[in-house]
């Protein structure tokens, strides 16, 4: 019985989630020593209160660009660091198709699904020139990812004639803040939506199996009749988009296209919450759960830190201490090392003698 709970617990630490839970769960605790009501959640005016929910909802955007960025992560063995910036050309789009190019409108001068699939279209073809870079003329991904980090905020800036474009309208409030009788910030269901459509496309599709392939060996893919360049252009789409309905939602929050704030620093949020998700960053197989906790991971670290009293403009710093602290701790060198400090125990059983010991 013993053998057989110790073989339990041996899953249970070597499951991929495993340590990435514990991270957050870690972070969680400290803030609870900080402050003990964190856990707390109550209702106020008909809407949730608390640290926590405060947390899940402004770590909305951060899961659906997290989501993006563990696909083009696994199919190229680099990263997308443009996706703050595709947010700020989504949110200023989206935001002047419906001002009119008014600089404040009360009201809508175009139709709302109109400047949707117009900011959507926007950020989708950003992805579509990142992956044309990456797919077809081979240029590193933080190389080719890098023009439109450096020109988005430009472009943004181009489509809003360099003014912060106001859009005072309720109904396009809703996204980034409460929906009429619902206790739950909005943003919440927009990144659950995003989470469970992308997992149902990847169980239900070959896709999942076609960017891992890619990503671990892309010349091996070839041969067996596999278009990597045009799985890495996808997933590069795939990526824009989502970074557009993060561009939208986070614009909706402020009713405005603030092309110098919005998504400002994200891309570096996405890239830490797909490590500390415990996905690989050179490519291959990759869990979107794992990137889902490590985004709530980021976002309760910054929460941590701002209850701390930590200066706005100081936050990176701290930030980047604790990250390299966790992201050391589920590095392989590091389970090596510690595991050979530990006293040698019994050779490990191959599956059939475990089986077999199970048995008896």
Known sequence: MADNGKLHLKKIT???LFLPLVCLAVVLLANVIKTPNFFQVS??????????VDVINRSSELVILAVGMTLVTAASGGQDISVGSVM??????CCQVLSGGQVSVNSFQNPFPLAVLAALAAAALCGAFNGLLVSKINIPPMVATLILYTAGR????????????????EAYKLAGGYLPGCPVPTPVFFAVGIVVLVSIIMKTTTLRLYIESVGINGSASRLVGLNSTRIKFISYVICGLLAGVAGIV??????????NNIGIYLEMDAILAVALGGNLLGGGKFSLAGSVIGAFTIQALTTTLYAMNVAADQLPVYKAIVVIIIVTLQSSVFRRFITSKLPAGRKPLTPVEQEVEVQS
């Open 43 to 52: 209702i106020n005016n008909g809407i949730l209160y608390g640290y926590v």
């Open 250 to 259: 986070a614009s909706s929050r402020i009713y405005s296209a603030d092309a």
């Open 14 to 16: 070597e499951h991929h």
């Open 154 to 169: 430009g472009i943004a800036q181009l489509v809003t004639n360099g003014q912060i474009t106001y859009v005072r309208v």
């Open 88 to 93: 700020a050309v989504a949110g200023a789009v």
